[in-house]
């Protein structure tokens, strides 16, 4: 082996590829085929493993955007939250997977996930926790800046960071939105909308989750700046 080609990491493996992904550990994470209840399982564990990276990455860079908005620095932030939208987009697009596993292939693989629901997922737990954290930063922002929000938005130019920052947060809000109809739609296609998950919820409940939003007084503001206008034309036509 030519001297550039060994390893020079810490690890055992042969390479430092494998060294530094630690590609032993990452895989040996799916059950073998001797343990399958079905072979399904191992897409079902690579696209619920895959996710939760994606959302250790998404929390992480909501962190920082966070640590960045407590600065002041808005730019910082924005490139974080753009990084959270793509976490997001990762675990959308992961559920095309499953829609591949027959629905009743995919009763074989739900027999050996015991009480196992995404309720207890770690990574999706985590965005919804702290999420709502850069909000609160934003309404920080607002009031310093001493203006509500039809203000901003009426004059989204003057007050650039502000404007791109709430949009950035609309934009994440959206992508979760989003990843939940997906989600609810992957569930009723694998085991219909009328039946309980694996804690005995009932599916329904899902679709309620569907209307939920991090930030409402950013979709309500699309509402206030409409009638805002409405009222404007009625105005002028009065005179
Ligand atoms: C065939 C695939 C899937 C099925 C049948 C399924 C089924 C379900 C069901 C029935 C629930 C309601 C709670 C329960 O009873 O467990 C649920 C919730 C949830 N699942 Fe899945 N799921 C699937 C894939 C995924 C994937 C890939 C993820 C990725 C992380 C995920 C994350 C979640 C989360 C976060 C919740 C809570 C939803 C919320 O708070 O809005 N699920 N799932």
Same mark, same amino acid.
């Given at each position: ?7 020079? =990491? $810490?690890?055992?493996?042969?390479? *430092? %590829?494998?060294?530094?992904? #630690?590609?032993?550990?990452?895989? &040996? ?68 997977? =499953? $829609?591949?596993?027959?629905?009743? *292939? %995919?009763?074989?693989?739900? #027999?050996?996930?015991?009480?196992? &629901? ?69 569930? $009723? ?51």
């Amino acid at each position: 082996m030519s001297e550039a080609k060994k390893p020079v =990491l $810490e690890g055992s493996a042969k390479s *430092d %590829y494998e060294n530094y992904v #630690r590609t032993d550990e990452l895989l &040996s994470l799916q059950k073998g085929p001797d343990e399958w209840e079905h072979r399904d399982e191992l897409l079902f564990a690579v696209v619920h493993q895959s996710s939760e990276l994606w959302l250790k990455l998404a929390i992480s860079e909501v962190g920082e955007a966070l640590s960045s908005l407590k600065k002041n620095d808005i730019r910082i932030a924005l490139r974080m939250i753009d990084r959270v939208v793509l976490c997001m987009r990762q675990c959308h697009y992961a559920l095309d997977m =499953l $829609e591949k596993m027959s629905p009743w *292939d %995919y009763q074989q693989v739900r #027999r050996a996930l015991g009480h196992g &629901s995404g309720f207890d997922s770690p990574g999706f737990n985590g965005v919804r926790k702290n999420v709502p954290l850069l909000g609160k930063e934003f309404t920080r922002l607002l009031n310093e800046a001493g203006i509500d929000l039809l203000t901003l938005f009426l004059n989204d130019r003057k007050y650039e960071d502000l404007y791109q920052l709430a949009e950035a947060l609309l934009e994440l809000d959206e992508r979760v939105i989003l990843w939940r109809h997906r989600h609810f739609k992957v569930v $009723e296609r694998s085991i219909g909308a009328k039946v309980s998950g694996t804690q005995g919820t009932p599916v329904e409940i899902l679709s309620k989750l569907n209307t939920f939003c991090f930030f409402p007084e950013l979709w309500d503001i699309r509402t206030t700046i409409t009638n805002y206008a409405l009222d404007q034309e009625k105005n002028k036509s009065a005179y």
